[in-house]
Each structure stands twice: as structure tokens, then as C-alpha cells.
């Protein structure tokens, strides 16, 4: 081989060298830092979906601290009992191929389709408030609800010192998140307080405070003074139930402990009307929904069971610091 021929040999031979990919110098695929989640609610119209709102743009605003770019769409059906609404909702979201869903569904089951679907298409969900009958949904937001059913059991057991005649207004059926309420007050009642007989367990408040007021309207008017305390396990059935009373002027007169919060149930609490709620976290749940999503999306390691809590408030801590927190979340700084 001459001088010339050699050299020509020796350029083709490094040019090859220089197309081949070279073992550890390829650039990592940095993390997508931008993504477009929706938020579905169960309804439009009580302050805890308003709270799950504000606790979602919370987390939007924090990631955006961090560099992360998060466009929240907030859209859900206007009433609470509505299915089909909600399913549409989940529906269009997946063909607008969203990053991805946090859900609150308003039935355990009429809900699974839509989010197995929304899987197979790539867009994993995180459920808050109520369960899901599947195991589609990445990771569950939520309150234990089947304890703060207990608790509000034992405040009313409390407030007829073991004794007496109670009775409980459900909400709808297929709800897990109440159903898990009204089982919780049925088995402590049962278990712990056997001086206390639920008389009446098997009527349904209805999605709106009017179908709560008939509802309580008709019981107690057929139980007459027998009933000696009442349990409701959400805001629409709580203050259906309250304004059932005042109209039939037995306002203080029966021990009435109910779930969830807005001014008007802690306005009877003040006024006596209302012996104490069992309140959630909605703004934390909407926080931790939103950023545990995106956890998950950018690879991230994340909790698949969060409790975000359940406290019970009464007159007489209704004013502490923490009952604030809960009882009044940030609106005005989330929601502009």
C-alpha cells in the first residue's frame, strides 16, 4: 500500500468511526414540563367542589414555581346526580387527548367505562373525593369516609348520653363516598351505643337541598317527637334537612349532626340548630389530585392512597385556627 493510498484508507476508516453512536454520550430526553390536565367535579354547585377548584389551581401555581407548566380544565355537570353529564364530560376530555384526569365520580360504577377507556388511550387518572370500582385509576385522593361517619355517630351518641332514637337520611345510591359515610354511622352505632336505635335508615335525600328538605320533611313528620337526633352525610342533604326543621319549628330540639360545610350549616352551628359537621378537605384534595397526576406523568415516584382527612367541628371549636382553615379555604387567592 503507497504513502497516498494508505491515508485515504485511514479518513474512510474515522468518518465510519464517526457515525456510529458512542455508549454513554447520548443526551437523556429531558421530562415534559408542560401538559394540560382536566378536572371534573361530580357538580357545579356546592362550595366543595368550588374548594377542589381552588385546590387544583393552588397546585398549578406551585408547579409553575418549579418550571412545570400546567393548563387545569375545570368543567363538570351542573347537578350532582347527574351521570350521564359526568360520563360525557370524562368522555370528550379523552378525545381532546388530555395529559390527563382528576375525577371525582359521581356513581362507583357508572363511572368505569369512561376512565378504562381514558387508560387504553394513555391518559392515566387520579380520583378524589369518591372511590372507583376499577383499578384504572392510578391513585385515589380522599377522605376516609367510613370515619367520619363513625365520628359523627359518636358526637351524637354524646349529645343523648347513649340513649334515644335517631334516624338517618342517606344520600343517593351508588355514591361511594356517602355510602362509606352511612356505613360507618350504621356499624358504630350498632357496635359501641347499643342504648341507641336507628329507627329509619333507608331514605334518600336526592342530589338537590329541595329533594333534601321533602325527603326530611316526610320523616319527620311521620316519626313525630320519637326521633331525639338526626345524621346527614353531605352539604345538600345537611342543609336540606336543616331548613326541613325550621319550617316545622324543632330547631334545637333534635340533636342534628351532618357532613360537609358551607356558611349557611356553620350559621346553625352558631345559632345551636346544628350540633356539628363532619368536614373534609377539599382544597387538599384538589392540591394533591393535581400534583400527584403530574407526578405520575413525568415518570415521578407518588403515593396511590392519600387520606386527606376528616375532622368534626362544633360550636365550641368552631372559631380555633384550624376549624378556620378548614371551614374557609383560600378562594379569593385561587380562584380570580
Known amino acids: 500500500m503507497n504513502?497516498?493510498?494508505?491515508?485515504?484508507?485511514?479518513?474512510?476508516i474515522l468518518a465510519l468511526i464517526g457515525t456510529l453512536p458512542v455508549s454513554g454520550c447520548r443526551k437523556k430526553a429531558e421530562p415534559k414540563t408542560s401538559?394540560?390536565?382536566?378536572?371534573?367535579p361530580q357538580g357545579s354547585t356546592h362550595e366543595f367542589w368550588k374548594a377542589i377548584h381552588a385546590g387544583a389551581a393552588k397546585a398549578?401555581?406551585?408547579?409553575a414555581k418549579e418550571g412545570v407548566n400546567i393548563n387545569i380544565i375545570w368543567k363538570g355537570p351542573l347537578r350532582e346526580d347527574d351521570r350521564e353529564q359526568q360520563i360525557q364530560v370524562v368522555e370528550s376530555f379523552v378525545s381532546q387527548g388530555v395529559d390527563g384526569i382528576v375525577l371525582a365520580p359521581f356513581d362507583r360504577d357508572a363511572l368505569v367505562r369512561p376512565v378504562e377507556e381514558a387508560k387504553r388511550a394513555g391518559i392515566p387518572t387520579v380520583i378524589v373525593d369518591s372511590p372507583l370500582d376499577s383499578k384504572a385509576p392510578i391513585a385515589v385522593v380522599a377522605t376516609d369516609n367510613h370515619h367520619g361517619g363513625e365520628l359523627a355517630a359518636e358526637?351524637?351518641?354524646?349529645?343523648?348520653?347513649?340513649?334515644?332514637?335517631?334516624m338517618l337520611l342517606r344520600y343517593q345510591e351508588g355514591v361511594a363516598s356517602t355510602e362509606a359515610r352511612e356505613r360507618g354511622f350504621i356499624e358504630k352505632m350498632k357496635s359501641s351505643f347499643p342504648g341507641i336505635q336507628v329507627v329509619s335508615s333507608d331514605?334518600?335525600?336526592?342530589?338537590?337541598?329541595?329533594?333534601?328538605k321533602s325527603a326530611a320533611e316526610n320523616m319527620l313528620n311521620r316519626y313525630g317527637d320519637d326521633i331525639q337526633g338526626i345524621f346527614t352525610p353531605n352539604e345538600s342533604s345537611t342543609v336540606g334537612t336543616l331548613l326541613a326543621i325550621e319550617d316545622l319549628r324543632r330547631?334545637?330540639?333534635?340533636?342534628?349532626v351532618g357532613f360537609d360545610s358551607s356558611e349557611t350549616l356553620i350559621g346553625a352551628l352558631r345559632g345551636n340548630k346544628l350540633q356539628g359537621i363532619v368536614v373534609q378537605n377539599p382544597f387538599k384534595m384538589g392540591d394533591l389530585?393535581?400534583?400527584?397526576?403530574?407526578?405520575?406523568?413525568?415518570?415521578?415516584?407518588?403515593?396511590?392512597?392519600?387520606?386527606?382527612?376528616?375532622?368534626?367541628?362544633?360550636?365550641?371549636?368552631l372559631d380555633s385556627a384550624e376549624s378556620q382553615r378548614l371551614l374557609h379555604p383560600p378562594f379569593d387567592t385561587y380562584l380570580k
Open 3 to 12: 504513502r497516498n493510498t494508505f491515508f485515504v484508507a485511514a479518513a474512510l
Open 35 to 40: 401538559f394540560t390536565i382536566a378536572v371534573v
Open 60 to 63: 398549578a401555581q406551585d408547579l
Open 155 to 166: 358526637r351524637l351518641a354524646s349529645l343523648l348520653s347513649g340513649r334515644g332514637k335517631v
Open 203 to 212: 331514605q334518600y335525600a336526592g342530589a338537590t337541598r329541595d329533594t333534601a
Open 251 to 256: 330547631g334545637g330540639k333534635i340533636q342534628f
Open 289 to 317: 389530585g393535581v400534583k400527584t397526576l403530574v407526578s405520575a406523568l413525568q415518570n415521578k415516584s407518588y403515593e396511590k392512597r392519600i387520606d386527606t382527612g376528616e375532622t368534626l367541628i362544633t360550636a365550641s371549636d
